[in-house]
């Protein structure tokens, strides 16, 4: 049916409804290779009041073996593959838009994402980053106690080596003794903070697996501290003794005769001036023994003051680590025995897979002469039977 419908311009810049140019082509039935390639469109093009762009109206009237029809089928192509090129560029240019914005949604919502999870992080291991800061500061301190003590050691051979040690390796046994003592407080109240820490989150009941971390890492960092100062006990201790029995070795020289128990009273009064009083200084041996003597026990004065000062150290830590020794030994006890449990547990493996093995040969053997058997049977039936 034909209608009517008032001229009308079509540019590249306004392009026809998409429906309807959809319509359009469909219903003319335009084949791909007459649209391919499509010429470009630059005129914008002009309808005549015969034309119209309504779906209901035609461009040209059908009539078999008409010239009319084909003059009019000819304009109708190419109005046609202008329309379809205007269609198809606004397309792109949508596709174009569409991707964009996807895109940048995209951009922006992984950035959120990645900000999120970035402030998760931050906030959920702060503290335990932290905390295992302090272990590492600890255990530093620790090692550097531990490396002290073996200074010690040889400072002392070096001193019991010589009659008269000089001022420079007394100094630095001085200097070496001293930084022990700071070091190892620094341990004790960084160990401390840590306990009232774990105590306050115990009281407000909150037992994690952050806190169980914790109070592990705060057992074994008191334990070794422990260790180490015990060994730093020990060589003072076994220092005083060697110092005492150099003393007892001089007097012996100069001719005086003491036993132990008068030995530990002089020591321990500080009254040396009364077994060395009465010592002739006749000779010149007699003079350097009278010297060592004297500087002996000045040493074993210093070395008892030392040993005075980080006795409170000893006592608490101790204490600290005696109420910890069951869950100290009791992880200890895991850990030496998780290695026979995981030895145990391959083997235990290996011989599941070989007896897996050896069940399926044998299920396999038995479906065999499963298989067998009843063909001997239906064998044996069918004979039967037949006869």
């Known amino acids: 049916m034909v209608g009517q419908a008032t001229s009308s311009t079509v540019s590249a810049g306004q392009p026809l409804p998409l429906l309807l140019l959809?319509?359009?082509?469909?219903?003319r039935s335009v084949p791909h290779s007459d649209l391919l390639p499509i010429p470009p469109f630059h005129e914008p093009l002009q309808l005549s009041e015969d034309e119209?762009?309504?779906?209901?109206?035609?461009?040209?009237?059908?009539?078999?073996?008409?010239?009319?029809?084909?003059?009019?089928?000819?304009?109708?192509?190419?109005?046609?593959?202008n329309e379809l090129s205007d269609l198809i560029r606004?397309?792109?240019?949508?596709?174009?838009?569409?991707?964009?914005?996807?895109?940048?949604?995209?951009e922006k919502n992984a950035k959120d994402s990645d900000d999120d999870e970035e402030v998760v992080h931050v906030d959920r291991d702060h503290f335990m980053d932290e905390f295992f800061e302090q272990v590492e500061e600890i255990r530093d301190c620790?090692?550097?106690?531990?490396?002290?003590?073996?200074?010690?050691?040889?400072q002392h051979s070096a001193i019991l080596a010589a009659p008269n040690?000089?001022?420079?390796?007394?100094?630095?046994?001085?200097?070496?003794?001293?930084?022990?003592?700071?070091?190892?407080?620094?341990?004790?109240?960084?160990?401390?903070?840590?306990?009232?820490?774990?105590?306050?989150?115990?009281?407000?009941?909150?037992?994690?697996?952050n806190l169980r971390i914790r109070k592990t890492q705060h057992s074994t960092l008191s334990r070794k501290f422990v260790e180490v100062m015990t060994e730093y006990n020990a060589t003072q201790s076994k220092y005083r003794d060697r110092c005492k029995d150099r003393i007892q070795r001089q007097l012996e020289i100069t001719g005086r005769t003491t036993t132990n128990e008068e030995l530990e009273d002089m020591l321990e009064s500080?009254?040396?001036?009364?077994?060395?009083?009465?010592?002739?200084?006749?000779?010149?041996?007699?003079?350097?023994?009278?010297?060592?003597?004297?500087?002996?026990?000045?040493?074993?004065?210093?070395?008892?003051?030392?040993?005075?000062?980080l006795h409170d150290m000893f006592v608490d830590m101790a204490m600290l680590v005696e109420s910890q020794g069951e869950m100290i030994d009791r992880i200890e006890y895991n850990v030496e025995h998780s290695v026979d449990y995981v030895e145990?547990?391959?083997?235990?493996?290996?011989?599941?897979?070989?007896?897996?093995?050896?069940?399926?040969?044998?299920?396999?053997?038995?479906?065999?002469?499963?298989?067998?058997?009843?063909?001997?049977?239906?064998?044996?039936?069918?004979?039967?039977?037949?006869?």
Not at 55 to 62: L, N, R, S, V, W
Request: include cysteine; charge should be negative; aromatic fraction near 4%.
């Open 344 to 387: 145990r547990a391959v083997s235990d493996t290996k011989k599941a897979v070989k007896f897996q093995s050896k069940a399926r040969r044998k299920k396999i053997m038995i479906i065999i002469c499963c298989v067998v058997l009843g063909v001997v049977l239906a064998s044996s039936i069918g004979g039967t039977l037949g006869l």
């Open 165 to 209: 040690p000089d001022e420079k390796t007394k100094q630095e046994l001085e200097d070496l003794t001293a930084d022990i003592k700071k070091t190892a407080n620094k341990v004790r109240s960084k160990l401390k903070a840590i306990e009232q820490s774990i105590e306050q989150e115990e009281g407000l009941n909150r037992f994690s697996a």
């Open 142 to 154: 620790i090692e550097k106690l531990s490396e002290d003590v073996e200074q010690v050691k040889k």
């Open 22 to 27: 959809l319509w359009e082509a469909q219903r």
């Open 52 to 81: 119209s762009c309504m779906p209901d109206i035609a461009y040209g009237k059908e009539s078999e073996g008409s010239d009319s029809d084909s003059q009019t089928n000819s304009q109708n192509e190419h109005f046609d593959q």
């Open 90 to 106: 606004d397309l792109n240019l949508y596709k174009e838009s569409s991707e964009l914005l996807a895109s940048r949604l995209k």
């Open 270 to 309: 500080g009254k040396l001036a009364i077994f060395t009083d009465d010592i002739k200084m006749d000779s010149q041996m007699t003079k350097q023994a009278l010297n060592e003597i004297e500087t002996r026990h000045n040493e074993i004065i210093k070395l008892e003051t030392s040993i005075r000062e």
